[in-house]
C-alpha cells in the first residue's frame, strides 16, 4: 500500500462545476496535510494547507480532513479553465519529512 | 524579490563525475528540503533540514548528499551520479518547517540528465 493515495486521473469537468480531489494516508502519526498546484513544467505552488479535522475554505477551494478515515480532500467550486493542473497531496509528519501522492491531473472544459 | 533559485538548470553529465546542485534562498527560511519528481513516481523527498548544521533523511536519500552549513544555502552533491538519478530536482524553503501546515515555497526546479 503506498503511503499516500490520491484517485486516478485524469479528472475532466465543464466550467463551472465542483471539481473533487482525494486522498488516503498510511500514518496515523501524520500531522499536516497539503495541496500543491503544478502547472506542467513549473514548481509546484501550496494551494491549502490543514491540519485540524473539518472543513477549511479559501476562496473557491475547500480542504476537508478527517483523520480517523485518514482522508483528505479538495474540493474546487466554480472550476475554471485555469484550474486545469495536476494537484498534489501531501502528507507531513511532525518534523520535516514530506510524502507526496503520485497526483491527479484536472482538466476543466470550457 | 522572495525566491528560492537552483543552478544549474539544466545540466546533462556522465556516470560518475560529481556535480553540486546549489540551492538558496533569501527569505531567511530555517525549513529547506530536496526533491525529485520523475513520471510515474511522482514527487519524493531526498533530504530536508530543519535548520542550519540538521539534516535528515527523507524517502530516497541513497546517492544524494547535503550541507548546511549556513541558513541560505543547501547544496545537493552527487558524488558518483548514476543514470538512474536522471530528474526534475526541486529544491524548497519554508518559514518553520510543515508543523501547523507551513507552507513551502519551490525553486525552479534543475532538470538533470546523466548518461
Known amino acids: 500500500q ?21 486522498c488516503t494516508y498510511s500514518d496515523r ?24 479535522n473539518g472543513d477549511k475554505e479559501d476562496g473557491r477551494f475547500t480542504a476537508q480532513l478527517n483523520k480517523a478515515s485518514q482522508y ?13 493542473a495536476t494537484y498534489l497531496c ?7 519529512k514530506l510524502i507526496f501522492g503520485q497526483g491527479t491531473e484536472l482538466s476543466v472544459k470550457p | 524579490e522572495a525566491q528560492v533559485t537552483q543552478n544549474p538548470r539544466y545540466l546533462i553529465t556522465v556516470t560518475g563525475k560529481k556535480l553540486t546542485v546549489t540551492c538558496s534562498q533569501n527569505m531567511n527560511h530555517e525549513y529547506m528540503s530536496w526533491y525529485r519528481q520523475d513520471p510515474g513516481l511522482g514527487l519524493r523527498q531526498i533530504y530536508y533540514s530543519m535548520n542550519v548544521e540538521v539534516t535528515d533523511k527523507g524517502d530516497v536519500p541513497e546517492g544524494y548528499k547535503v550541507s548546511r552549513k549556513e541558513k541560505r544555502n543547501f547544496p545537493l552533491i552527487l558524488e558518483s551520479p548514476s543514470p538512474n538519478q536522471t530528474s526534475l530536482y526541486f529544491c524548497a524553503s519554508g518559514l518553520n518547517g510543515l508543523a501547523g501546515g507551513g507552507e513551502q515555497y519551490f525553486g525552479p526546479g534543475t532538470r538533470l540528465t546523466v548518461t
Open chain 1, 2 to 22: 503506498k503511503e499516500v493515495e490520491q484517485n486516478s486521473g485524469p479528472l475532466s469537468v465543464p466550467e463551472g462545476a465542483i471539481a473533487s480531489l482525494n
Open chain 1, 29 to 52: 502519526g501524520s500531522q499536516s496535510f497539503f495541496w500543491y498546484r503544478q502547472y506542467s513544467g513549473k514548481s509546484p505552488e501550496l494551494i491549502m494547507s490543514i491540519y485540524s
Open chain 1, 72 to 84: 483528505v480532500s479538495l474540493l474546487i467550486r466554480d472550476s475554471q479553465p485555469s484550474d486545469s
Open chain 1, 90 to 96: 501531501a502528507v507531513a509528519n511532525q518534523g520535516g
